[in-house]
């Protein structure tokens, strides 16, 4: 993961506060003159950057910050806010997909169950409409190996059906991350969905970010 040290840093127009880009999402306009979310953050020309939640991009439209840090008239799409979470959320399953070519992920109760015990496992993901016992039987594994075998954080965004696609495999509703450079994306891509999807009324109750201990960083990212 790239230290936020490192991390290119830029300010938000709906709070300007200065963030590393990772916590940020870019727009720019686009050649039709409509405001264009640029996901993978590589379009040309001119972009302004808002902190990744949805109440701070909804601010930034209900004022005209876009239009003004463009300089420019925009049009903008009524379902912008929609597009762009089904966008993070379609980046982060690519990535997860990704991660599972590259061998840095175990899908299935059993697999995981037996990476945990070996204290192989980055992060946790269970689908968010999975059946609590099993999701607490991994939990139970988890509270009970040293803090430094413990995942470092739990993903529970993406349903049954998101994440068997993501994976090329049926009914996948518990799998794990192992450490490396392509989980270590899917998790950063994760966590964008998570705090996109967090603050939003209208998003369901397994789309929201719940935080436990610290060590666990449990629930729905």
Do not use: Y
Not at 6 to 34: H, M, N, W
Not at 55 to 81: C, H, N, Q, T
Not at 160 to 176: K, M, P, T, Y
């Amino acid at each position: 993961m790239i230290a936020r040290a490192q991390q290119k840093e830029r300010t938000c127009i709906a709070t300007r506060q200065t963030k590393p880009v990772g916590d940020l999402l870019r727009f720019v306009r686009g050649p039709d003159g409509s405001l264009v979310f640029d996901v993978k953050t590589r379009l040309p020309g001119r972009g302004v950057w808002v902190s990744a939640t949805r109440s701070d991009v909804e601010r930034a439209l209900k004022k005209g910050l876009f239009k003004r840090a463009l300089k420019a008239e925009l049009a903008i799409a009524p379902d912008l806010l929609a597009s762009v979470e089904r966008q993070l959320r379609s980046t982060a399953l690519g990535r997860l997909g990704l991660a599972r070519k590259a061998g840095q992920i175990i899908p299935g109760f059993a697999s995981v169950e037996a990476a945990l015990r070996k204290g192989e496992v980055a992060a946790l993901i269970h689908a968010s409409d999975c059946a609590e016992d099993g999701r607490r039987k991994l939990q139970n594994i988890v509270r009970g190996l040293d803090l430094d075998r413990q995942p470092s954080e739990t993903v529970r965004i993406f349903t049954a059906n998101e994440l068997s696609l993501a994976l090329g495999r049926a009914n996948v509703i518990h799998a794990a991350a192992i450490t490396g450079h392509a989980s270590e994306m899917f998790i950063e891509r994760a966590r964008l969905v998570a705090n996109f999807c967090a603050d939003g009324a209208d998003v369901s109750l397994e789309h929201r970010t719940e935080k436990l201990e610290p060590h666990l960083r449990e629930a729905a990212f």
